[in-house]
């Protein structure tokens, strides 16, 4: 029989091996796919006419975040509406993580926020500002600000098949002789 280490260093069977595998596939299964798209927004999130859409072609991602998640509940739910960055918004946000590595993921992932409870997002940090991004983001509680950045990492960063067809197709090395 073989023996795997679990997370707590203990062994275990291969069967409940199997078993932990299945229902860990059982539940990305459920996870709906960041790349299938729809062109209809979701009832709950309405995007202010101020708001400038990005190019066409652009996904934009809605996110609500549970009531339960946030740390006043009793405001409801809050969602915002997120796209990805450009180079003049990541430098922003590289300037407000001032050299902090542990803040760059937070900062780069607050940047691309767009609209927030169905206003225009605000960067003035004035207290109870529509908007206002610094509040959201203070508001929605850890799972929140998590599920935030974990979209920010998903739009931004090269999957290993992508890697693998770029250096296999777009890049090429010289030797200068």
């Known amino acids: ?13 291969e069967a409940a091996a199997e078993k932990l595998l299945e229902e860990s596939e059982d539940v990305v299964a459920e996870v709906p796919d960041m790349d299938a798209t729809t062109t209809e927004q979701p009832e ?3 995007l202010p006419s101020t708001v400038k859409l990005p190019h066409k072609g652009t996904q934009v991602a809605f996110i609500q975040i549970p009531a339960n998640w946030t740390t006043n509940p009793t405001r409801g739910d809050r969602w915002c509406a997120c796209w990805p960055l450009g180079e003049t918004e990541e ?4 300037q407000r993580a001032r050299g902090d590595s542990i803040r760059t ?6 940047q ?3 609209v927030v409870d169905g206003a225009k997002a605000d960067w003035s940090a004035i207290p109870n500002k529509l908007g ?3 509040e959201f983001w203070s508001s929605i ?3 929140g600000r998590q599920m935030i950045r974990n979209y920010y990492v998903r739009t931004h960063t090269v999957a290993q098949e992508e890697v693998l067809d770029f250096f296999s197709k777009h890049f090429v090395s010289m030797t200068v002789t």
């Open 141 to 143: 509680g850890p799972k």
């Open 91 to 94: 430098r922003l946000a590289y």
């Open 1 to 13: 029989m073989v023996e795997e280490e679990n997370e707590n260093g203990s062994e275990i069977g």
């Open 44 to 46: 709950w999130a309405v």
């Open 105 to 110: 993921v937070s900062e780069l992932a607050k």
């Open 112 to 114: 691309t926020i767009r």
């Open 132 to 134: 206002s991004v610094v």
